[in-house]
């Protein structure tokens, strides 16, 4: 009986199959996670650059201005949920001492940034005795699979923007 069996080749395909399986099905949940968070991140990434843009194109905005800035600004994460992300959107001045500052601030889900507070752009950027717009958007990436092991995955960007048609935008 055991030499029948032992040269019996019939199962061989299926039990390389059964251990293969779950390290195929690991390769591909897992190159889908990572593509999937790369997509998030790049929307991240884009919605930063479309607030800052959206705003540099006025010479003035009022607070219902900013609110309808910030609402279209969200519409580029789809089809991420904006639930968890913020958006923030500030003009900053830098003086003649170098000294960056914020002129105004208005965010979405998060408190804009307090009038007069210091804030650090890249020295390249801080040009003295000039005004730039600061767009920051932050978002935490839920796995669809494996969230138990993996957590979430804090992503953010901030991009340093001048305004177009004018020195500085003012908020009315």
């Known amino acids: 009986m055991s030499g029948r069996l032992s040269g019996d080749r019939r199962g061989t395909s299926a039990i390389e199959f ?9 390769l591909f949940t897992g190159a889908f996670q990572s593509s999937d968070a790369v997509s998030a991140y790049r929307k ?20 219902t201005d900013l609110v309808k800035i910030l609402n279209a600004s969200t519409q580029v994460m789809a089809p991420y949920s ?9 003009q900053v001045e830098t003086d003649m001492t170098g000294r960056t500052t914020v ?17 650090q752009i890249p020295t390249a950027l801080a040009i003295r005795d000039t005004r730039a717009l600061v767009a920051h958007v932050t978002y935490t990436y839920r796995p669809l ?22 020195d500085g935008i003012t908020k009315k």
Do not use: C, H, K
Request: cysteine-free; glycine content about 6%; proline content about 5%.
């Open 18 to 26: 059964g251990v293969a399986l779950p390290v195929l099905i690991l």
């Open 44 to 63: 991240v990434t884009t919605t930063s650059r479309a607030l800052a843009d959206l705003t540099s194109q006025f010479t003035e905005v009022t607070d």
């Open 82 to 90: 904006t639930d968890d992300a913020t958006f923030t959107i500030s």
């Open 103 to 119: 002129s105004w601030s208005a965010a979405r889900n998060t408190a804009p940034l307090a009038v007069g507070s210091e804030v």
């Open 145 to 166: 699979f494996g969230s138990s092991y993996i957590g979430t995955i804090p992503m953010g960007d901030t991009i340093v923007m001048y305004p177009r048609a004018s």
